[in-house]
């Protein structure tokens, strides 16, 4: 995916960016990033660490700056420090060296002000032409500092013969008239012509200083503004002609099977000089994947400008109702203008205001022996957790965020072509990880039969319910249903576990969606999550793993990547990339982006074999694709979200209190609600007492179901009862046995508004919703609902 477009470089600007740095020959180049400000040149090896570690600095003032090739160059000090520097590309490479050069005069000019030295420094001129008018310059600076000395000149000889005025005047002041007045007269007179004299010429010297000054501040503004403009031309110039050899050594490289000394970016003698098809050769407008991260399957290259100007159905295999002309629209273009909902078309307007804030998250302390003493002599499954590693929301809320973004289904439902919207099916997939990545608070489990309906019918055109239908292993059921042609079910469990740093935690469980007017069904799971500095250290998450989706009508695929983090990747963060197929395996879209910011999506023109080797040695599949169209977008977190466990403008309305919903749902759930007032204290004292409560109701269950399987125990614990035996000892003659149920066999709970079946898409046990809830709620009749709270 292609970096944003740094802006150009101004004197004096900050100027920030990646650079790939040498440091050995084992690593090789590695990517960081550097800051310019105030004459410095700093480095850290992310973007988070410029507020507590600087891995190095450099002074401009007395620096060298060399260029060595198209995107390499080296800044010396003099031998103590040297920074052997790659840009990703030669357009880049000359904004970092225009501002380096800019920096470094000005860092000059203040050194040599700041030492008092009376020497004028001027930037160092490049180019043609740059000696002429750099001799230019400083014949104006010599004259105009002639000028300022006649004037302190002046200022001086003001100052001796005003003196020499005020005494004669002060003598004046004291003679008699007699014989020496008419002396002191002549010499008084003699003393006003010369401070006349005196005076007369600093005003004509600084008249004179005052029109050259304005004559050439005229003149350099007319030559600064003529240096810009040049400027900006031949950076336009610079990055046309990079495009085009880019162009150029691709299609030779699409052309023609590179051999491995040529297509593995080997690091040279200096390590300075990566192989052909290296990520830093890549243009930043078409630059889709880093073609030298061994971890990619494919590289995206821009097609041919012939598949610009004609339709190259016949050449890409893809239909020809999509279009490739330039007068048709593209795949983003087409579904946003006949979608009128789309946020760029049309902004809803939402019939109930919604809150935007909810309290401030309290800042309390955690005491970890209180929590350890607590456990002592206690079973682990009864060990109550404090509320202060949750947030105010429970798992079934955090599972209707998964339709913060439903536009992209409402689009999906719009597209003529399934390829089409499996690229939206896609983007919603990975839409729904975007809330996760600051929110390191757990949701709480909910209780079972506890519920959650998200109505947003009129606002928004689709309903959601949220059901929890199993507790051992804890397993929630959802359905969401719009008007406008789409549902969305899934049942997901979690698996976790625990390895020292991290805590892996792994869905289990398919997600439907079915458009009803196409009948196209797609389904997918959702990959693994990892929480880092579980023991020691902030708190931060990450998504790995691949997902398949897999349309069940047409045999349509889409295989997305969701690359982990590594702390040695030149890659951005957070990246997920993706190609969509049809049933015979060919590529028609490319997608990438990252889960917590947007996705794009590219229409292959052509593939073929001929790129760097993988990692397993097989060549990588090159596609030639056309200009990359964003299909979703993060929209920016509220203010002070920092403050709301980074909740989300939907996430802030999910525990908002309403009417007419269920006696069950998660919004009555009085820990929840006392930790959301920032009440944490009376939120650990009801959390614990739901869940004995909890543990009492399943017990009963048991008890009934035992009952209900041998009438004859049946018999016995009536008789039992009778007797004067303690009740914790009836309950542990009568209990059955806990390792039937956990097991993965359900207790005798059945779900309100789920029933248990077997999936006919995926051959797995699943809850799919039965119908009644939304009827129900209408009658506003919720009798057969169970007391849980």
């Not at 009963?700 to 009778?722: T, V």
């Not at 309950?731 to 066999?745: F, L, R, V």
Request: net charge negative.
């Amino acid at each position: 995916m292609s970096e944003p477009k740094a802006p150009t470089p101004a004197p004096g600007d900050t100027y920030k960016g990646w650079l790939f740095k040498w440091t050995n020959y084992i690593k090789g180049y590695q990517r960081r990033w550097f800051v310019l400000s105030n004459g410095l040149l700093s480095y850290y090896r992310t973007q988070a660490e410029m507020g507590h570690t600087c891995r190095g600095t450099i002074n401009l003032a007395t620096a060298n700056i060399a260029v060595e090739d198209s995107c390499n160059f080296v800044i010396s000090n003099g031998g103590t420090q040297t920074y052997h520097l790659k840009a990703s590309s030669e357009v880049e490479r000359q904004r970092w060296i225009t501002a380096l050069e800019l920096a470094k005069a000005k860092a000059f000019r203040m050194q040599a002000e700041s030492d008092d030295s009376g020497d004028e420094s001027t930037p160092p001129a490049a180019g043609q032409g740059g000696g002429a008018r750099n001799s230019e310059v400083q014949s104006t600076l010599r004259t105009l500092g002639s000028k300022v000395e006649d004037l302190s000149t002046c200022n001086d000889l003001i100052a001796k013969h005003g003196s020499a005025l005020q005494r004669s005047l002060s003598e004046l002041e004291g003679v008699r008239l007699g014989g020496e007045t008419s002396e002191k007269i002549r010499q008084v007179t003699e003393r006003a012509t010369l401070f006349r004299i005196t005076s007369n010429a600093m005003i004509n010297a600084c008249r004179d200083f005052l029109a050259l000054a304005q004559a050439h501040s005229k003149r350099w503004q007319k030559a600064l503004q003529a240096e810009r403009e040049q400027r900006v031309r031949l950076e336009e110039t610079l990055e046309q002609l990079a495009k085009q050899h880019n162009h150029l050594e691709r299609a030779f490289r699409g052309a023609t099977v590179l051999p491995p000394s040529q297509s593995n970016p080997a690091i040279d003698s200096k390590g300075s000089v990566p192989g052909k098809g290296d990520a830093s050769d890549e243009d930043e407008e078409n630059e889709f994947f880093d073609a030298c991260e061994d971890v990619q399957e494919f590289i995206t290259v821009p097609a041919d400008p012939k598949y610009h100007r004609r339709s190259g159905s016949n050449v890409s295999g893809i239909s020809s109702e999509m279009g490739m002309d330039d007068g048709t629209t593209s795949l983003d273009e087409q579904s946003m203008a006949s979608n009128p909902e789309s946020p760029q078309s049309q902004e809803v307007v939402p019939v109930r205001k919604r809150r935007t804030r909810i309290p401030d998250k309290p800042n309390y302390s955690l005491n970890l022996w209180s929590i350890m003493k607590n456990c002592i002599g206690k079973e682990l499954s009864k060990i109550p957790m404090p509320v202060n590693f949750n947030e105010p929301l429970s798992m079934l809320q955090r599972l209707s965020e998964d339709l913060e973004y439903y536009e992209l289904l409402d689009r999906g439902a719009k597209c003529q072509s399934s390829l089409e919207q499996m690229c939206y099916v896609a983007a919603f997939t990975v839409s729904s990880y975007s809330t996760t990545v600051h929110r390191t608070g757990k949701p709480f489990n909910p209780l079972l039969g506890e519920t959650f309906e998200l109505d947003r019918l009129q606002e928004s055109g689709y309903r959601s319910l949220c059901e929890q239908v199993s507790h051992h292993p804890p397993a929630a059921a959802h359905h969401a249903i719009s008007e406008r042609g789409w549902t969305l079910r899934q049942e997901i469990a979690l698996a976790s576990k625990f390895r020292g740093k991290y805590l892996s935690i792994m869905p289990l469980g398919s997600i439907h969606c079915i458009f009803e007017k196409s009948n196209n069904h797609y389904t997918w799971k959702k990959v693994t999550t990892t929480v880092h500095n579980i023991i020691v250290g902030k708190l931060w998450i990450d998504q790995s793993g691949e997902i398949d989706i897999v349309n069940h009508r047409t045999g349509d695929r889409c295989h997305l990547k969701f690359a982990p983090y590594s702390y040695f990747s030149r890659d951005v963060a957070r990246k997920v990339t993706g190609v969509v197929t049809d049933k015979d395996g060919k590529a028609h879209y490319v997608l990438s982006g990252t889960w917590d910011e947007k996705m794009e999506c590219s229409r292959v023109m052509q593939s073929s074999r001929g790129g760097e080797n993988g990692a397993d040695g097989r060549q990588k599949t090159v596609y030639q694709t056309l200009k990359a169209k964003e299909l979703w977008r993060k929209t920016p977190l509220p203010e002070g979200a920092e403050n709301m466990y980074y909740f989300s403008t939907l996430a802030l309305t999910l525990n908002e209190p309403e009417e007419g919903v269920a006696p069950t749902d998660s919004r009555k759930r009085p820990d929840q609600r006392l930790m959301e007032q920032g009440r944490w204290e009376e939120a650990n004292a009801e959390k614990q007492r739901l869940e004995e409560k909890q543990r009492t109701a399943r017990r009963e269950r048991e008890r009934e179901a035992n009952r209900s399987a041998n009438p004859e125990e049946a018999l016995i614990e009536d008789s039992i009862s009778d007797s004067p035996l303690k009740t914790e000892e009836v309950e542990i003659a009568t209990e059955p046995s806990e390792t039937t149920d956990k097991s993965g066999h359900q207790d005798s709970y059945k779900a309100m508004w789920f029933d248990r079946c077997v999936d006919p898409m995926t051959g797995e046990p699943t809850h799919i919703y039965r119908g009644g809830y939304w009827e129900t709620k209408e009658q506003g009749n919720w009798d057969s609902c169970p007391d849980i709270f």
